[in-house]
């Protein structure tokens, strides 16, 4: 899911609005709805999520910490964009820490966590079945999430959290038109390969998968920029008046 690291102690009022203006920012990145170079100005997106600038600048102060936006004194905040030697980086590093996930997952997982990657596998097929790109973009960031949390290392998981936002990115600016962000064939291969025991056939699956989604990257076309108010409309709780 794209809410991290939550709290064992229920959070209080503000904290769940500031948790919520997180969410919604990251989840709309890693979802293609926030082109790179997009103007996170403090007025509109108090205004798309009900809520005060206080809670906005608290949860973008939260998102530059995690690296997913860039935080500028004097410039505001903006959906980074990252160049081609940033791409290279990113792929570098998914390729390490993931395949030695793979690595250690092959032959561990158990009949039900195998169950549970299919299904979100499915999950994401039918989502491009239907033309739903931000749902597929999110249940293959889930994906490669759960496989991380399946490690059992908490830091996988906080470097792949860190790591998505950035992919998303560069799909977005770089990937040709029509082409699948994630190859949901290639989640399945994956699946069978962690099934099969092998860990050198499991962590060579993945990198296959991370390079082929890198060569896949090109220079796209520039995407139009919805306003930020109807790009958070679902977060917004009209119930409560913006402070």
């Not at 939260?62 to 940033?86: S, W, Y």
């Not at 973009?137 to 998505?164: C, K, M, T, Y």
């Not at 029509?178 to 390969?193: M, N, S």
């Not at 139009?224 to 709780?237: G, I």
Request: include cysteine; proline fraction near 8%.
């Amino acid at each position: 899911m794209l809410a991290r690291h939550p709290p064992v102690v229920p959070p209080a009022p503000a904290d769940t609005a500031t948790q919520r203006v997180y969410d919604g920012i990251y989840g709309a990145i890693v979802e293609h709805r926030l082109p790179p170079g997009t103007r996170l100005r403090e007025q509109e997106l108090a205004e798309g999520f009900g809520v005060s600038r206080t809670v906005v600048r608290q949860a973008l102060q939260r998102l530059a910490a995690d690296q997913v936006i860039a935080l500028e004194h004097n410039k505001g905040a903006t959906v980074p964009q990252p160049d081609r030697a940033q791409a290279a980086q990113v792929f570098e590093a998914r390729q390490v820490i993931e395949g030695d996930i793979a690595r250690r997952l092959a032959g561990q997982l158990s009949a039900a966590q195998v169950a549970s990657l299919r299904a979100l596998v499915a999950a994401e097929q039918a989502a491009q079945a239907r033309a739903d790109k931000a749902a597929a973009v999110r249940l293959s960031g889930q994906f490669h999430r759960e496989l991380a949390v399946l490690a059992g290392n908490p830091l996988f998981v906080r470097w792949i959290d860190e790591l998505l936002p950035l992919t998303s990115l560069l799909i977005l600016q770089y990937q040709r038109g029509g082409h699948p962000g994630c190859v949901t064939h290639r989640h399945d291969e994956l699946i069978e390969a962690l099934a099969s025991g092998s860990p050198a056939r499991a962590a060579a699956e993945m990198r296959k998968h991370l390079q082929e989604l890198a060569r896949s990257l090109r220079e796209g076309p520039a995407r139009p920029v919805a306003p930020l108010r109807d790009v958070f409309a679902a977060y917004r709780e009209p119930t409560h008046p913006i402070p």
